[in-house]
């Protein structure tokens, strides 16, 4: 089997992946004008509600690696998230797109978890931080273009904009032609495959780090348009840097790792508290791309050493159980994450605003940058030796 095509095979699979970082982001601002009859909070669900679907779909995965082929899973979720992606751009209706929205989250939902499980079949423990960079570039990369590409077919018309999502046909076919096909996991196997309790911890803290990134996505968007400028153009440059830094921190991924060893879950983390910090207090545009920039760095830098943590510490036919109660618990606190932040904002800073959301955010993150390194303190060395 060719090293060559499976890494390719997860490139591509992350690459359509992308579509879940950047969702709605391009468009949000003006989808909040267009339906302001719904209130700012409905729009602003529209980004997130895919993971309802998502959490349904991840724990899924563990059953249906034991019924189908990962290059199958790999296939049906890709097609589900082209299908409920494209077809907003046909229909012109709120309803209609919540419904295509929640039901995209479960194509990401079996998707999610899959390029991890590829990993630990095809590649040795000690090759898996590169896989998994490789992982995080496509994710990235994928962000990048489905920003700009939909900044530009927004400016069409934010219909226009549905259209990227013909990206995940295009990684469906490239699935099918080049991933090879290894039968399911014997279901009698699957079963006795335990979890231990660095899956739930890692899983945790990824949720507290979801509940607060994901409040870039939903509000970024709303505040250049209140805060910056009125064209969309500029928030598809803003989504766009967001993901060029992700990419570029799954590129150096592996170097990354050998620099920070335990502690790069805790860096990754004061990445975002920094983030947010230049988005509110550096002016104008300055801050906003340097703040975009950060949280691009931190969600991929986060996201690829738990995902890498993961595929170490339980045996190779549970990657995939194990990555799917890690997608579902973090999954729930971007779910949850503009119901937590409102609450928290007009809480405590007595008003709901982009602004507000952000100082929540960047207080959340610095609590829980202390979290991850008490954490990362504990442990005995590297990731690698935990297993």
Not at 75 to 98: E, H, N, Q, R
Request: with cysteine.
């Amino acid at each position: 089997m060719s090293n060559k095509k499976v890494a390719l095979s997860v490139f591509m699979i992350a690459f359509a992946f992308g579509l879940n970082i950047t969702g709605i982001m391009p468009v949000l601002g003006v989808l909040n004008e267009n339906y302001q009859s719904q209130g700012t909070s409905a729009v602003q669900l529209l980004q997130t509600i895919p993971y309802v679907l998502l959490i349904i779909g991840s724990l899924l995965i563990g059953w249906l690696t034991t019924r189908l082929s990962k290059k199958t899973i790999a296939a049906i979720g890709l097609f589900i998230i082209g299908l409920c992606g494209v077809m907003p751009f046909f229909i012109k209706d709120y309803s209609f797109m919540f419904t295509t929205r929640l039901l995209i989250g479960f194509g990401f939902g079996i998707v999610s978890p899959i390029n991890a499980a590829i990993i630990a079949e095809f590649f040795k423990a000690e090759e898996r931080a590169a896989y998994i960079g490789i992982h995080v570039v496509g994710m990235g990369f994928g962000s990048m273009v489905s920003n700009l590409l939909g900044g530009i077919l927004a400016g069409l018309g934010y219909r226009y904009y549905f259209l990227v999502y013909v990206i995940a046909f295009v990684s469906m076919a490239g699935i099918i032609i080049l991933l090879p096909h290894t039968p399911p996991v014997s279901e009698a196997k699957e079963k006795t495959m335990k979890l231990n309790g660095k899956v739930y911890i890692i899983s945790v803290l990824s949720f507290l780090h979801t509940l607060f990134i994901t409040s870039y996505s939903t509000n970024i968007g709303i505040y250049v348009l209140e805060k910056i400028s009125s064209n969309t153009a500029v928030t598809g440059v803003v989504t766009a840097i967001n993901a060029a830094f992700a990419l570029i921190i799954g590129a150096v991924f592996a170097k990354i790792s050998k620099i920070f060893h335990k502690f790069t879950l805790p860096f990754a983390v004061l990445l975002a508290a920094s983030g947010y910090a230049s988005i509110l207090f550096i002016p104008g545009l300055t801050g906003v791309y340097f703040g975009s920039a950060l949280c691009g760095m931190s969600l991929s830098c986060f996201m690829a050493q738990a995902t890498y943590i993961i595929s170490i510490i339980v045996d190779e036919k549970a990657v995939a159980k194990a990555s799917g109660i890690f997608a579902v618990i973090g999954g729930i606190g971007g779910l949850i994450s503009p119901i937590i932040i409102k609450y928290l904002s007009e809480g405590f800073l007595k008003k709901n605003s982009a602004a507000n959301q952000f100082i929540i955010s960047l207080i959340g993150m610095a609590v829980l940058c202390v979290i991850t390194f008490v954490f990362s303190q504990k442990q005995s060395n590297r990731p690698k030796e935990m297993k």
